[in-house]
């Protein structure tokens, strides 16, 4: 007998899967060749639910509509010299360039929330990067897959320009921190946005120093 075919589905939309008791057999995929997204499963109706009875209520007077409460976004700023990074790169003979390295970092130093990750390059090719907390640099990059925003809890962002710092940025729905690195040559800026509901300020600034503090120690990276 041959083994069921796996059904495919981002590891974020599993996870939320596993947590809700869903069957991903129920649900279809909007994604690239029907796979399932996060989006999906957050949108998913279970159809077995039973509908519920009501009577018609009698007309009441027009009620105003709810208006939904803002969501509540920080943010912290770090200047990172990455001079040590630089010569462990060039030191080792790798073809790399930071942006796996500030990846690890951010997975590292966030936790649960960087366990699955979109990592999006200088060139815009975004993908998702899972347990990247767990690879080496080079691992990411080779397991630097599809995916969309609606999937990661945390997104990275690597931008290079010269003379240039981020001062805001907006955060999706569907993640809970974001984390933008602008590189100039041997030092970057990083932008660190968090949704305060998820993220306390306290917790997202020590997240902030602890990624900074692997970025200028490198060799914790490869450890």
Do not use: C, N
Request: charged fraction near 20%.
């Amino acid at each position: 007998m041959s083994a069921p075919q796996r059904i495919p589905a981002t590891p974020y939309a599993r996870r939320l899967a596993r947590e809700r008791g869903l069957a991903l057999a129920e649900i279809g995929g909007s994604g690239p060749h029907g796979r399932i997204t996060a989006a999906d499963i957050l949108a998913f109706v279970p159809k077995h639910a039973a509908p519920i009875a009501v009577e018609a209520p009698a007309p009441a007077a027009p009620v105003a509509p709810l208006i939904a409460a803002p969501r509540a976004v920080g943010a912290f700023q770090a200047s990172v010299d990455l001079a040590a990074l630089s010569a462990l790169i060039a030191a080792s003979g790798a073809d790399l360039p930071a942006d796996p390295f500030l990846a690890k970092a951010a997975a590292r130093a966030t936790g649960r929330h960087g366990r699955v990750l979109l990592l999006r390059d200088p060139s815009g090719k975004a993908g998702l990067v899972d347990d990247a907390a767990g690879l080496s640099p080079g691992a990411i990059v080779a397991r630097h897959g599809e995916g969309t925003e609606a999937d990661a809890a945390m997104i990275v962002e690597i931008v290079r320009a010269a003379g240039i710092r981020p001062v805001g940025a907006s955060l999706p729905p569907s993640a809970a921190l974001r984390l933008i690195a602008v590189l100039d040559g041997t030092w970057a800026v990083l932008l660190l946005v968090h949704d305060e509901a998820a993220v306390p300020t306290a917790e997202a600034a020590a997240m902030l120093a602890e990624i900074r503090a692997l970025a200028e120690a490198p060799l914790r990276l490869l450890v």
